[in-house]
Each structure stands twice: as structure tokens, then as C-alpha cells.
């Protein structure tokens, strides 16, 4: 029997965190640090919203989508369920997922990698399949999750899936690590911060055991 209670599902984010190439890395600089004259270090960050774990904002995919800090955090926080589909190749197809779809919560996290290249970017990565979305939606499910880069394939020009997800105003969490997480239901906590201009916000995403 699994005697934890506590998972974290968000990689580590640092200067090697793999992104989508072309986009904003991490970097950190030091604006002070701890002298006989300072009492504090502080720093100053820059990087890609979508760096580790994160949540894509309405705006992400729609030219007049909502920005991160305006949606609702509900969809973020709650019942979920973790379904494995490892090397289930391209696409997540409901053949992959239909072992476990009865009595689904409004959350699911699909797990593809047997380890997820936290150090690395995969241009192969596993995405949804636009009718996988669908059909999830059609069972009420209002926010889904994934353990690569991306709902839809690196190399997609029409982000289908994201249309999917904007057609039917759910919402998504990329780049989890779910490789220690077995298939069941647990509590999600994903919250986003209230960035009022962003596209797409970290999270440090965690699940808890359901009591």
C-alpha cells in the first residue's frame, strides 16, 4: 500500500529547464546581496510563463482570450484523476484513456512519459488528440493535464486541441511530472498567479491523497 499523502508534480525550474525553441529561458541576476551594508539578497528573474509547470491562459491561444489573472482559480483546485497512458505514442487517443474514464471528476491528468525529461526538450513529445479533449469534455471534465511540453504536438501550426480547449472553455496544465504517481483520484492544487497581462502562469502543482 502507497503511504504517501503528498506528491509534487512540478519539475525543478532553473537556467537548463528545457522550453519550446525560440522561447525565454530562466535567468536570475542578483540586484543585492547580503553585505555589512544590506541585510537581504534580492534577485531579479526573467523567463517564459510556460517554463515548468504552468497553466495556459485563454489568451495563450486566443487573440482575445482572457489573461491568466482573470480567470477563475476553481477549474485549479480539486478532485482529479491521474490516468496513465505511457508510450502511448503521438497522440492520446480514448483507446489509451478509456480504462478509467468511469465516473470522472472535472479534472484529469494524463501521465505519457515512464520518466519525464525534466533536463531536456522533446520534440516528440505525447499530445491530446483534438476528440480525446472532446469526448472529455462531453463527461464534464473542465480542466486537463499533461506531462509534456504541450497539449497538442511541438510541431502543430493550429494548436487543435487548444481550440478545443478554447471552444469549450476548459482549461490546462503542462509539463507535470507524474512518474511516481499511480492511476487513481487524488486533490489537485495548480493555482496560477494573478498576472493581469500574461498568457500563461507557473504553478507549482501538487496532489494530495483523498481522505
Not at 485563454?58 to 482529479?80: Q, S
Not at 503521438?90 to 525534466?118: C, D, K, N, S
Not at 489537485?188 to 498576472?195: F, G, H, N, V, Y
Request: aromatic letters at 6%; one cysteine or more; proline letters at 9%.
Amino acid at each position: 500500500m502507497n503511504q504517501r499523502s503528498l506528491w509534487d508534480i512540478s519539475p525543478p525550474v532553473h537556467s537548463a529547464s528545457p522550453v519550446f525553441p525560440g522561447d525565454t529561458r530562466y535567468s536570475q541576476r542578483w540586484c543585492a546581496t547580503i553585505t555589512p551594508d544590506c541585510p537581504v539578497n534580492v534577485s531579479a528573474i526573467t523567463l517564459s510563463p510556460h517554463v515548468g509547470a504552468h497553466a495556459d491562459a485563454p489568451l495563450h491561444y486566443d487573440a482575445t482570450g482572457a489573461a491568466i489573472g482573470e480567470i477563475p482559480l476553481t477549474p485549479f483546485l480539486g478532485t482529479c484523476r491521474v490516468i496513465h497512458a505511457i508510450s502511448c505514442g503521438p497522440l492520446i487517443e480514448w483507446r489509451h484513456i478509456e480504462h478509467a474514464v468511469a465516473g470522472l471528476p472535472e479534472r484529469v491528468l494524463v501521465r505519457t512519459y515512464e520518466r519525464m525529461p525534466q533536463h531536456a526538450w522533446d520534440g516528440a513529445l505525447s499530445a491530446y488528440a483534438p476528440d480525446t479533449v472532446r469526448r472529455l469534455a462531453d463527461l464534464g471534465v473542465k480542466l486537463i493535464g499533461i506531462d509534456t511540453a504541450s497539449i497538442d504536438p511541438a510541431d502543430s501550426k493550429t494548436l487543435d486541441s487548444h481550440q478545443v480547449i478554447r471552444q469549450r472553455d476548459m482549461r490546462v496544465l503542462e509539463n507535470l511530472v507524474l512518474d511516481d504517481v499511480p492511476e487513481g483520484d487524488y486533490e489537485l492544487i495548480a493555482l496560477p498567479l494573478k498576472l493581469t497581462q500574461a498568457d500563461a502562469s507557473p504553478v507549482r502543482a501538487v496532489l494530495r491523497a483523498l481522505r
